[in-house]
């Protein structure tokens, strides 16, 4: 664990809308920026007391991440996004019609050989996702 790390997820989300000049018609979108707290071996830091607490909540959060990327891999008729609070916000951008992208931040230390396979991991759970569509139909 970074001793300056903030242990906390950061997610920004800015809302748009559009009006069409000709036609009237007004456009909405939002864009969900989300920068993830890396997950925390315990084992490692040896965190006690708050941090112990911070990193179980950051590892609860990632695995329901997970759990949700695993349910739309697999088309499960529920995805379990009121598992964590990371999950029930970002329902709308994982699931509809929305467009998802992933970036993945590794570490090159060969110290970092667990987390870094862990993160590579996630990030390929995250890439074999099927968005789907839920609503009108062409």
């Known amino acids: 664990m970074n001793a300056h790390s903030s242990r906390s997820h950061l997610l920004l989300q800015i809302y748009l809308e559009g009006r069409d000049s000709v036609s009237n018609e007004i456009t909405?979108?939002?864009?969900?920026?989300?920068?993830?707290?890396?997950?925390?071996?315990v084992a490692k830091t040896d965190a006690t007391g708050q941090r112990l607490v911070e990193a179980a909540a950051i590892n609860k959060s990632l695995t329901s991440l997970g759990q949700v990327f695993a349910s739309l891999r697999t088309g499960s008729g529920h995805v379990p996004y009121r598992n964590s609070k990371l999950t029930h916000i970002l329902e709308d951008s994982l699931g509809g019609d929305a467009k998802?992208?992933?970036f993945v931040n590794a570490s090159p230390a060969e110290s970092n050989l667990a987390e870094t396979m862990g993160t590579l991991q996630f990030g390929a759970v995250s890439l074999f996702c099927l968005l789907y569509f839920v609503g009108m139909v062409n």
């Open 100 to 102: 998802t992208c992933v």
């Open 28 to 41: 909405r979108g939002k864009l969900t920026l989300v920068d993830l707290a890396g997950s925390e071996r």
